[in-house]
């Protein structure tokens, strides 16, 4: 569901294909359109638009409702032990059922959420502990609280399942029909299919991409998912899991290393003016606090690691590390608001690299206009993109919008070298690194990005090395040394490229002392003596000279000896659910992890003896678990990380171990997902009287201009999505030929019914609208789209590829001139899967 | 998508439809002469010459459009030479290979009678081999040549034939006989307009031409009707524009029928005059348009 | 030592990998009929969008060696739902209509069992281009000569397998020896069949049978191929035939014609 994988994810979705024809596993397509990846599956189901979560809705209570799911051992072991079903929730906590739409703690403004009532009831906290392995440790061990209370019994009306079940109670089969547009038939099929399909023996998996995420609900829609398949048993089991294909080659990697505006290499959290973000002390406790029982209480030695290799020797323990002059966000700079900083002149500089806002940006017409107001911006990029050359031939200056002689900003167009010309490594949506060698010299004076940006480093850190001011600090320390070693540049023309061995061996980590690699986080330390850039990646260099993303060793199932998973080669994350409470393989079929109790655990009793017991992984996969903690141990309260979780948590990144069926922390927008609608949408939302998220990130400011709910103005809902024969904005399809000629055209798919409606001809012109602008594209008019009845009213949905821009050998208006600034609340992703149009034949300005 | 996408040639009509019609009326003139020659007495010989007369200029036409039509005119002695092993190269099964090798027998044929005619017209002679000239093996050449001569006024429709172009396919295997019998017709009519140019009264000759080409002329009017049968919905393209006009109109009405019905009208009548211009010409070009439309048939 | 490829069109996603991956390996441009000139544009732009389906090349030609095309089979109330898709090249015939027809040997079958036009002695006749029963062979106004699918001569004269199959992501495109190939073709027609799907192989017997052949599941007419394929040249005997038979029909009237007036006028002039 939200993915249309064949087309997006051609080559991975191989092995869906494989399970199809091999193992005769049933593939299933939920989505608005009969794509090529609906061609290829046993069942498709088209839903409308944003209506995800009122069928995932009723699939959780379908599932929870059913006989099976009721007697069969396998969900109620799985479900107590390993998620939160069993924990009671604060009395106060008030679901959207008894506030028609909205949970307890929204905000008199209606604009956020305060979550102090979705908390746990907890036991009493522990005496306070010292011990911990370090003076940020100790601090947090002062800070444990008590023990969540919970009845294993499930029948507590304020444990988490029954909260679920209430929540749920009015998503049926018949309410998915009305919202949704599907048959209840259809709807029944793919829930019986997928509560058929787990178990002990089986295991159901959804994939989901952008179809999910790109709504104000995006991160919800991911959650309900998540609820389903926990629910089901099916996460940290082999084939099982809630899959986000990513986008970008290694976009995964790039989030991993921190390209997000809010967030540190290796998920630490940027630190916030706007928090209690003081020292390093308070950002710890505050980030780390929440946390402290999972795993991420070894937050401090991340955090402090990430200094040490972010500073070097100047780092040490009596200037915390030099967190000080670490810089620190402000307020959400997130892209949409950024562009809308730099619309009102708030932003000066811009430099764009490895993106083309001018097309790929929502209202892309007044991201173009931003870009207007901007005294310089550099780009770097093979071709000259839509943003490089807004200035002189974009739609709004060939309109006489925008004059060129009075656009001031100044325009560094820089050629960037291509993956070929460059080494380094992708992280895949598996959390798999695989290592890429350079096999030529980028041409001319184009350049790698890892070239320019350390060359920039360099010089900047030229340019202060006099400054004594405070604010400069961080520049002039900036551990900043990646010469290559003579021998790896000997084959190239290009000498000065800097090491990408050695940015790898920053951000795995190493003893400061000797600047030998770590082998494991586990050997990270708070102290000052370890430097590590990023953790997760630890022990892809586990010693000099040996890089564990080069490796290419396959073999028929897990393939540790194929590149490097982080964390530590797992490739299956909390893999310990795939063994049973008491350690033992859920089946022979599904085995991966389990309790081997005569196994030589390498450590002695203080007798001596040996210690027995281990978890165990035959095939290779890295365990997610503590390896010698046996499944009936239970923790320490008074203790951090490991120490506190006992030998059922599967689920270590979480502070109680479980997964979370209710998130009583860290979305914004609800410890449940809840159906709202699309924040432009043709019909008023069925199930409560709130009609979209609440606390959805929106921009009301000129050029922005929302439609209203029904809007008769913009009666059709309009999606944007991809298609095989070329890449985003198309910079990297649109300027190759044999790519141009398979996909020529920006086009618009429509139902042969909405064509006869408005005397749209196949492959003639159609004009679409919005409050934000007019294009037009070529119709291709094909009953795989399909109108749907949503609750007895005709609703019309169009598809709209968004590729194309007016360089390169294809052309065609760009998509996202249509679309608005709205944004999900918990990561600001905008709405691009969902809005309201209107569509005409012929083209603009009335020619036909 | 019609399932039956099998690709055009594009072969140009006015370089292949031409050769065809060119060949093919310079091999009936041929074989109408050297039936002469073979089988009539040796007094009477205005027919043989003015075919020999016919045969090969007309058969100098031949390469022009032949080639001009090749991707690559010059390598045309592919056809007879393998370029990689420059050995002589031919391919049974292929109609174009063995048509090109029959060709230039033919040509030879015809050259050879050409001089022949020209030797025993007193227009060039050969001193020199004066001697050898009465034992020159004519009767072996005319029959080499009428041989080859039919080979090249049958084969272009069997080329046709042996496509799977669906027209072309579906009117297997008639088409090989309807471009020989239409052949040895415009055949005839070129010696008959030779001769009226020439003035040259054959006058017995002639009338056994003309009842020769009468048969040949039915014979065609029948083979086109079975033809059409046997193609079937593959000749839909035949009562659209601007076949109407070219197949119908053209080749059968104007180019067989209309001439068939003035030579019975005129049977008894004597030879020459302006009307068995015109219906001469009505032949050879009927013969043209039919070549034209039976190859566009197959083209469109 | 036949080698050849098996086209599983049932896992094909249409993705056309396999249309740009053959464009590259045997350095083919852009199809110059799908570009034109844009105002104020100094390179050229595509302009061929068709409106059928996600199809916008049509068909093979000299630059387009692999084609995939789609077929929507969609009811009007969307129960039936199939869009098949179906990568098509040149099948590398046992019994060839190209090769046969080529009067200059410029079309030969290799030992590996693939036919393959060498550029340098085609003169350009288009004999061959009807005499391919599955329109594959293509003429370039270019280069004056005829172009195809060469099933990757130069990489698997080298131990390499086709671009095509080796850039296909989901295996739809298999490469090797056609034996093998047929195994695993018969496996799989087995395995659709016993779920009671109707599916076919088409390719068997065609031309005394296809190097390059292909899983169906409906009629080989819905994806473009001929029902009943005919190898040309088998008309050429009987049609030679027919056209001697004539011949010696129109000899034997000139014999009839010219010998019996010839008789008959001697007859005449000794009474
Ligand atoms: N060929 C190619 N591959 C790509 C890319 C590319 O541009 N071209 N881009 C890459 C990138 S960056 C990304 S992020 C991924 C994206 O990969 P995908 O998310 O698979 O791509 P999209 O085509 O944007 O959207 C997927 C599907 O979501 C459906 N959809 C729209 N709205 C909804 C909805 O409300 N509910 C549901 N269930 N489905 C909905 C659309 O109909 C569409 O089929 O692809 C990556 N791969
Ligand atoms: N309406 C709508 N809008 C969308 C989406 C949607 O589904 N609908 N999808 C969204 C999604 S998921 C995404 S990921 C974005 C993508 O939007 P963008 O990231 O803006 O689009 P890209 O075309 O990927 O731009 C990447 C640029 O980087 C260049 N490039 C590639 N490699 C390198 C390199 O190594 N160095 C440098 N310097 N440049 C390089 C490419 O040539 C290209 O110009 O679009 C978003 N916009
Ligand atoms: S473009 Fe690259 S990442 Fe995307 S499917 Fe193809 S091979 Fe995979
Ligand atoms: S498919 Fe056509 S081009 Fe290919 S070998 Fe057969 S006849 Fe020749
Ligand atoms: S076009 Fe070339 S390959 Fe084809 S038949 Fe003629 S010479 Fe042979
Ligand atoms: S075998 Fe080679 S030449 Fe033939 S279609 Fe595949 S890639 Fe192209
Ligand atoms: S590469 Fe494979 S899956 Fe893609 S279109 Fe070609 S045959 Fe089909
Ligand atoms: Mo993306």
Same mark, same amino acid.
């Given at each position: 569901?939200?993915?249309?994988?064949?087309?997006?994810?051609?080559?991975?979705?191989? &092995?869906?294909?494989?399970?199809?024809?091999?193992?005769?596993?049933?593939?299933?397509?939920?989505? @608005?359109?009969?794509?090529?990846?609906?061609?290829?599956?046993?069942?498709?189901?088209?839903?409308?638009?944003?209506?995800?979560?009122?069928?995932?809705?009723?699939?959780?209570?379908?599932?929870?409702?059913?006989?099976?799911?009721?007697?069969?051992?396998?969900?109620?072991?799985?479900?107590?032990?390993?998620?939160?079903?069993?924990?009671?929730?604060?009395?106060?906590?008030?679901?959207?059922?008894?506030?028609?739409?909205?949970?307890?703690?929204?905000?008199?403004?209606?604009?956020? =959420?305060?979550?102090?009532?979705?908390?746990?009831?907890?036991?009493?906290?522990?005496?306070?502990?010292?011990?911990?392995?370090?003076?940020?440790?100790?601090?947090?061990?002062?800070?444990?609280?008590?023990?969540?209370?919970?009845? @294993?019994?499930?029948?507590?009306?304020?444990?988490?399942?029954?909260?679920?079940?209430?929540?749920?109670?009015? =998503?049926?089969?018949?309410?998915?029909?009305?919202?949704?547009?599907?048959?209840?038939?259809?709807?029944?099929?793919?829930?019986?299919?997928?509560?058929?399909?787990?178990?002990?023996?089986?295991?159901?998996?959804?994939?989901?991409?952008?179809?999910?995420?790109?709504?104000?609900?995006?991160?919800?829609?991911?959650?309900?998912?998540?609820?389903?398949?926990?629910?089901?048993?099916?996460?940290?089991?082999?084939?099982?899991?809630?899959?986000?294909?990513?986008?970008?080659?290694?976009?995964?990697?790039?989030?991993?290393?921190?390209?997000?505006?809010?967030?540190?290499?290796?998920?630490?959290?940027?630190?916030?003016?706007?928090?209690?973000?003081?020292?390093?002390?308070?950002?710890?406790?505050?980030?780390?606090?929440?946390?402290?029982?999972?795993? &991420?209480?070894?937050?401090?030695?991340?955090?402090?690691?990430?200094?040490?290799?972010?500073?070097?020797?100047?780092?040490?323990?009596?200037?915390?590390?030099?967190?000080?002059?670490?810089?620190?966000?402000?307020?959400?700079?997130?892209?949409?608001?950024?562009?809308?900083?730099?619309?009102?002149?708030?932003?000066?500089?811009?430099?764009?690299?490895?993106?083309?806002?001018?097309?790929?940006?929502?209202?892309?017409?007044?991201?173009?206009?931003?870009?207007?107001?901007?005294?310089?911006?550099?780009?770097?990029?093979?071709?000259?993109?839509?943003?490089?050359?807004?200035?002189?031939?974009?739609?709004?200056?060939?309109?006489?919008?925008?004059?060129?002689?009075?656009?001031?900003?100044?325009?560094?167009?820089?050629?960037?070298?291509?993956?070929?010309?460059?080494?380094?490594?992708?992280?895949?949506?598996?959390?798999?690194?695989?290592?890429?060698?350079?096999?030529?010299? @980028?041409?001319?004076?184009?350049?790698?990005?890892?070239?320019?940006?350390?060359?920039?480093?360099?010089?900047?850190?030229?340019?202060?090395?006099?400054?004594?001011?405070?604010?400069?600090?961080?520049?002039?320390?900036?551990?900043?040394?990646?010469?290559?070693?003579?021998?790896?540049?000997?084959?190239?023309?290009?000498?000065?490229?800097?090491?990408?061995?050695?940015?790898?061996?920053?951000?795995?980590?190493?003893?400061?002392?000797?600047?030998?690699?770590?082998?494991?986080?586990?050997?990270?330390?708070?102290?000052?003596?370890?430097?590590?850039?990023?953790?997760?990646?630890?022990?892809?260099?586990?010693?000099?000279?040996?890089?564990?993303?080069?490796?290419?060793?396959?073999?028929?199932?897990?393939?540790?000896?194929?590149?490097?998973?982080?964390?530590?080669?797992?490739?299956?994350?909390?893999?310990?659910?795939?063994?049973?409470?008491?350690?033992?393989?859920?089946?022979?079929?599904?085995?991966?992890?389990?309790?081997?109790?005569?196994?030589?655990?390498?450590?002695?009793?203080?007798?001596?003896?040996?210690?027995?017991?281990?978890?165990?992984?035959?095939?290779?996969?890295?365990?997610?678990?503590?390896?010698?903690?046996?499944?009936?141990?239970?923790?320490?309260?008074?203790?951090?990380?490991?120490?506190?979780?006992?030998?059922?948590?599967?689920?270590?990144?979480?502070?109680?171990?479980?997964? &979370?069926?209710?998130?009583?922390?860290?979305?914004?927008?609800?410890?449940?997902?809840?159906?709202?609608? @699309?924040?432009?949408?043709?019909?008023?939302?069925?199930? =409560?009287?709130?009609?979209?998220?609440?606390?959805?990130?929106?921009?009301?400011?000129?050029?922005?201009?929302?439609?209203?709910?029904?809007?008769?103005?913009?009666?059709?809902?309009?999606?944007?999505?991809?298609?095989?024969?070329?890449?985003?904005?198309?910079?990297?399809?649109?300027?190759?030929? &044999?790519?141009?000629?398979?996909?020529?055209?920006?086009?618009?798919?429509?139902?042969?019914?909405?064509?006869?409606?408005?005397?749209?001809?196949?492959?003639?012109?159609?004009?679409?609208?919005?409050?934000?602008?007019?294009?037009?594209?070529?119709?291709?008019?094909?009953?795989?789209?399909?109108?749907?009845?949503?609750?007895?009213?005709?609703?019309?949905?169009?598809?709209?590829?968004?590729?194309?821009?007016?360089?390169?050998?294809?052309?065609?208006?760009?998509?996202?001139?249509?679309?608005?600034?709205?944004?999900?609340?918990?990561?600001?992703?905008?709405?691009?899967?969902?809005?309201?149009?209107?569509?005409?034949?012929?083209?603009?300005?009335?020619?036909? | 998508?019609?399932?039956?996408?099998?690709?055009?040639?594009?072969?140009?009509?006015?370089?292949?439809?031409?050769?065809?019609?060119?060949?093919?009326?310079?091999?009936?003139?041929?074989?109408?002469?050297?039936?002469?020659?073979?089988?009539?007495?040796? %007094?009477?010989?205005?027919?043989?010459?003015?075919?020999?007369?016919?045969? $090969?200029?007309?058969?100098?036409?031949?390469?022009?459009?032949?080639?001009?039509?090749?991707?690559?005119?010059?390598?045309?002695?592919?056809?007879?030479?393998?370029?990689?092993?420059?050995?002589?190269?031919?391919?049974?099964?292929?109609?174009?290979?063995?048509?090109?090798?029959?060709?230039?027998? $033919?040509?030879?044929?015809?050259?050879?009678? $050409?001089?022949?005619?020209?030797?025993?017209?007193?227009? !060039?002679?050969?001193?020199?081999?004066?001697?050898?000239?009465?034992?020159?093996?004519? %009767?072996?050449?005319?029959?080499?040549?009428?041989?080859?001569?039919?080979?090249?006024?049958?084969?272009?429709?069997?080329?046709?034939?042996?496509?799977? +172009?669906?027209?072309?396919?579906?009117?297997?295997?008639?088409?090989?006989?309807?471009?020989?019998?239409?052949?040895?017709?415009?055949?005839? #009519? #070129?010696?008959?307009?030779?001769? !009226?140019?020439?003035?040259?009264? #054959?006058?017995?000759?002639?009338?056994?031409?003309?009842?020769?080409?009468?048969?040949?002329?039915?014979?065609?009017?029948?083979?086109?009707?079975?033809?059409?049968?046997?193609?079937?919905?593959?000749?839909?393209?035949?009562?659209?524009?601007?076949?109407?006009?070219?197949?119908?109109?053209?080749?059968?009405?104007?180019? !067989?029928?209309?001439?068939?019905? $003035? %030579?019975? +009208?005129? +049977?008894?009548?004597?030879?020459?005059?302006?009307?068995?211009?015109?219906?001469?010409?009505?032949?050879? #070009?009927?013969?043209?348009?039919? +070549?034209?439309?039976?190859?566009?048939?197959?083209?469109? | 030592?036949?080698?050849?490829?098996?086209?599983?069109?049932?896992?094909?996603?249409?993705?056309?990998?396999?249309?740009?991956?053959?464009?590259?390996?045997?350095?083919?441009?852009?199809?110059?009929?799908?570009?034109?000139?844009?105002?104020?544009?100094?390179?050229?732009?595509?302009?061929?969008?068709?409106?059928?389906?996600?199809?916008?090349?049509?068909?093979?030609?000299?630059?387009?060696?692999?084609?995939?095309?789609?077929?929507?089979?969609?009811?009007?109330?969307?129960?039936?739902?199939?869009?098949?898709?179906?990568?098509?090249?040149?099948?590398?015939?046992?019994?060839?209509?190209?090769?046969?027809?080529?009067?200059?040997?410029?079309?030969?079958?290799?030992?590996?069992?693939?036919?393959?036009?060498?550029?340098?002695?085609?003169?350009?006749?288009?004999?061959?281009?009807?005499?391919?029963?599955?329109?594959?062979?293509?003429?370039?106004?270019?280069?004056?000569?005829?172009?195809?699918?060469?099933?990757?001569?130069?990489?698997?004269?080298?131990?390499?397998?086709?671009?095509?199959?080796?850039?296909?992501?989901?295996?739809?495109?298999?490469?090797?020896?056609?034996?093998?190939?047929?195994?695993?073709?018969?496996?799989?027609?087995?395995?659709?069949?016993?779920?009671?799907?109707?599916?076919?192989?088409?390719?068997?017997?065609?031309?005394?049978?296809?190097?390059?052949?292909?899983?169906?599941?409906?009629?080989?007419?819905?994806?473009?191929?001929?029902?009943?394929?005919?190898?040309?040249?088998?008309?050429?005997?009987?049609?030679?035939?027919?056209?001697?038979?004539?011949?010696?029909?129109?000899?034997?009237?000139?014999?009839?014609?010219?010998?019996?007036?010839?008789?008959?006028?001697?007859?005449?002039?000794?009474?």
């Amino acid at each position: 569901m939200g993915s249309n994988m064949a087309e997006c994810h051609p080559v991975a979705f191989r &092995w869906p294909l494989k399970a199809r024809t091999d193992h005769d596993a049933v593939l299933m397509h939920v989505d @608005p359109r009969f794509t090529r990846t609906s061609a290829a599956c046993n069942l498709h189901v088209p839903i409308r638009a944003g209506s995800d979560i009122a069928f995932l809705g009723a699939l959780i209570k379908f599932v929870i409702n059913s006989k099976r799911w009721n007697e069969d051992p396998f969900f109620r072991e799985y479900v107590v032990n390993y998620t939160n079903a069993a924990t009671l929730v604060n009395p106060e906590f008030r679901d959207t059922e008894e506030l028609d739409g909205v949970f307890s703690g929204l905000a008199p403004d209606g604009k956020s =959420y305060a979550n102090a009532t979705w908390s746990y009831q907890r036991n009493q906290a522990p005496p306070k502990a010292k011990g911990g392995v370090g003076p940020f440790s100790d601090l947090l061990l002062q800070q444990v609280p008590g023990r969540p209370k919970t009845d @294993p019994t499930l029948q507590d009306p304020n444990c988490v399942l029954q909260i679920v079940r209430k929540h749920y109670a009015r =998503y049926t089969p018949d309410l998915v029909e009305k919202v949704c547009g599907c048959s209840a038939e259809q709807f029944l099929k793919v829930a019986q299919t997928m509560l058929d399909n787990s178990g002990r023996d089986k295991t159901a998996n959804i994939t989901y991409a952008v179809g999910w995420t790109q709504h104000t609900v995006g991160v919800q829609i991911i959650r309900a998912a998540a609820m389903l398949q926990a629910l089901l048993g099916n996460i940290g089991r082999p084939g099982g899991g809630v899959l986000a294909l990513r986008g970008h080659a290694t976009i995964q990697g790039s989030t991993d290393i921190a390209t997000l505006y809010h967030s540190l290499p290796a998920y630490l959290n940027m630190p916030d003016g706007r928090k209690k973000h003081d020292s390093l002390k308070e950002f710890i406790l505050t980030e780390a606090g929440p946390l402290a029982t999972s795993y &991420w209480g070894n937050y401090p030695k991340f955090a402090v690691s990430y200094l040490k290799a972010q500073f070097g020797a100047a780092a040490t323990a009596e200037n915390d590390y030099g967190y000080d002059y670490h810089p620190k966000i402000t307020g959400d700079h997130s892209h949409m608001p950024m562009m809308l900083d730099m619309a009102a002149g708030k932003i000066k500089g811009f430099f764009v690299m490895g993106q083309n806002p001018a097309v790929g940006g929502q209202n892309a017409r007044l991201q173009r206009k931003a870009l207007a107001k901007l005294d310089w911006m550099v780009v770097r990029d093979y071709f000259e993109t839509e943003t490089a050359a807004f200035w002189r031939n974009s739609p709004e200056v060939l309109s006489g919008e925008l004059k060129t002689a009075d656009i001031k900003t100044e325009v560094f167009f820089l050629p960037a070298a291509a993956v070929a010309e460059m080494e380094g490594s992708f992280t895949n949506t598996q959390r798999l690194l695989q290592q890429h060698d350079k096999a030529a010299d @980028p041409p001319g004076d184009a350049r790698s990005d890892s070239w320019f940006t350390y060359q920039l480093g360099k010089r900047l850190q030229k340019m202060y090395a006099d400054s004594a001011s405070n604010l400069d600090w961080g520049i002039k320390n900036l551990a900043w040394d990646y010469e290559p070693e003579a021998k790896e540049v000997a084959p190239w023309r290009i000498k000065d490229e800097p090491s990408a061995y050695k940015v790898l061996k920053e951000i795995n980590g190493v003893t400061v002392a000797d600047q030998k690699p770590l082998a494991t986080f586990a050997n990270l330390k708070e102290d000052g003596s370890t430097a590590c850039g990023a953790w997760i990646y630890t022990g892809v260099i586990p010693e000099d000279g040996k890089n564990n993303a080069a490796r290419r060793k396959p073999d028929q199932w897990i393939s540790p000896n194929w590149g490097f998973a982080w964390p530590a080669n797992r490739h299956i994350m909390y893999n310990r659910a795939s063994a049973d409470s008491q350690g033992k393989p859920w089946s022979e079929a599904k085995k991966l992890v389990f309790w081997d109790p005569d196994a030589d655990s390498g450590t002695k009793d203080p007798a001596g003896n040996t210690v027995r017991g281990k978890w165990v992984a035959p095939s290779g996969e890295g365990i997610d678990f503590q390896p010698t903690k046996a499944p009936t141990m239970v923790g320490k309260d008074a203790a951090l990380g490991f120490d506190w979780l006992s030998g059922n948590d599967a689920f270590i990144m979480r502070a109680d171990g479980k997964a &979370w069926l209710f998130a009583p922390a860290g979305l914004v927008d609800g410890p449940l997902p809840t159906h709202y609608e @699309p924040y432009e949408s043709p019909v008023a939302n069925r199930v =409560y009287r709130q009609q979209s998220n609440p606390v959805a990130k929106v921009w009301r400011t000129e050029g922005n201009v929302y439609h209203g709910v029904a809007d008769p103005k913009y009666p059709i809902v309009v999606s944007t999505y991809r298609v095989t024969e070329h890449h985003l904005s198309g910079t990297m399809s649109r300027w190759l030929p &044999w790519l141009a000629e398979l996909m020529p055209e920006l086009f618009c798919e429509v139902s042969p019914e909405l064509a006869a409606e408005k005397g749209i001809r196949n492959a003639g012109y159609v004009t679409i609208v919005t409050a934000r602008g007019e294009i037009e594209a070529r119709a291709l008019v094909t009953r795989r789209i399909k109108p749907f009845v949503i609750d007895g009213k005709k609703v019309h949905e169009i598809g709209l590829p968004w590729h194309w821009g007016w360089q390169g050998n294809a052309k065609g208006d760009v998509a996202n001139d249509l679309s608005a600034m709205v944004g999900d609340p918990n990561v600001s992703i905008h709405e691009g899967k969902v809005f309201t149009c209107d569509i005409r034949a012929g083209r603009k300005g009335g020619r036909s | 998508m019609s399932p039956d996408n099998v690709q055009v040639p594009e072969w140009a009509w006015y370089y292949i439809a031409v050769y065809f019609f060119v060949a093919g009326t310079s091999a009936g003139a041929y074989f109408i002469g050297a039936m002469e020659e073979l089988f009539s007495s040796a %007094k009477e010989r205005e027919v043989s010459r003015a075919a020999c007369y016919v045969a $090969f200029p007309l058969l100098l036409l031949v390469p022009i459009p032949l080639i001009a039509d090749l991707g690559r005119p010059g390598r045309f002695w592919h056809l007879f030479i393998y370029n990689q092993g420059g050995y002589p190269y031919l391919n049974l099964q292929s109609p174009m290979s063995v048509g090109s090798w029959v060709l230039l027998v $033919f040509g030879g044929c015809t050259l050879l009678s $050409f001089l022949d005619n020209l030797v025993a017209d007193r227009v !060039i002679s050969f001193p020199l081999f004066s001697r050898y000239y009465n034992r020159i093996p004519r %009767k072996l050449y005319a029959l080499v040549g009428s041989l080859a001569g039919f080979f090249i006024a049958g084969y272009t429709g069997v080329l046709l034939n042996v496509t799977a +172009r669906p027209f072309w396919a579906a009117t297997s295997p008639l088409m090989g006989a309807l471009f020989l019998v239409s052949g040895a017709s415009t055949g005839a #009519a #070129a010696i008959s307009l030779y001769l !009226i140019w020439r003035q040259r009264n #054959a006058g017995e000759e002639v009338a056994r031409l003309e009842s020769f080409d009468r048969a040949l002329m039915i014979s065609e009017l029948l083979l086109i009707a079975v033809l059409l049968v046997l193609a079937g919905h593959t000749a839909q393209l035949l009562v659209t524009l601007p076949f109407l006009v070219m197949f119908w109109l053209g080749a059968v009405a104007l180019g !067989i029928a209309a001439p068939l019905w $003035f %030579k019975y +009208r005129s +049977r008894r009548q004597h030879f020459g005059g302006a009307p068995h211009l015109a219906h001469y010409l009505c032949i050879l #070009a009927g013969g043209l348009l039919l +070549r034209i439309s039976l190859l566009q048939a197959g083209q469109l | 030592m036949a080698k050849g490829m098996f086209i599983d069109t049932t896992i094909c996603t249409g993705c056309k990998s396999c249309q740009v991956a053959c464009k590259q390996w045997n350095g083919l441009a852009a199809e110059p009929a799908h570009f034109g000139k844009r105002s104020g544009v100094p390179y050229p732009v595509a302009d061929n969008f068709t409106g059928d389906s996600y199809d916008n090349t049509g068909s093979l030609s000299a630059t387009d060696w692999r084609h995939v095309r789609f077929i929507e089979q969609i009811d009007e109330q969307r129960r039936e739902k199939r869009w098949l898709f179906s990568s098509d090249s040149c099948k590398h015939c046992s019994d060839a209509g190209c090769l046969n027809a080529c009067p200059t040997k410029a079309i030969v079958r290799t030992d590996l069992g693939n036919v393959v036009v060498q550029q340098e002695t085609c003169i350009g006749c288009k004999f061959c281009i009807p005499s391919c029963p599955y329109g594959v062979i293509s003429f370039s106004e270019e280069t004056g000569t005829v172009h195809k699918c060469t099933l990757c001569n130069d990489r698997i004269h080298n131990g390499l397998g086709t671009a095509c199959a080796k850039a296909c992501p989901t295996g739809s495109i298999r490469f090797g020896e056609v034996p093998d190939l047929r195994r695993r073709a018969d496996a799989r027609l087995a395995q659709l069949k016993g779920k009671g799907e109707k599916a076919q192989i088409y390719g068997y017997e065609e031309a005394d049978g296809l190097k390059v052949f292909y899983l169906f599941t409906d009629r080989p007419g819905v994806y473009g191929q001929p029902e009943q394929p005919v190898v040309p040249q088998r008309r050429l005997v009987l049609c030679s035939l027919v056209t001697i038979l004539t011949a010696l029909g129109i000899g034997v009237a000139a014999l009839v014609n010219f010998r019996e007036r010839l008789n008959g006028k001697e007859e005449h002039h000794e009474s």
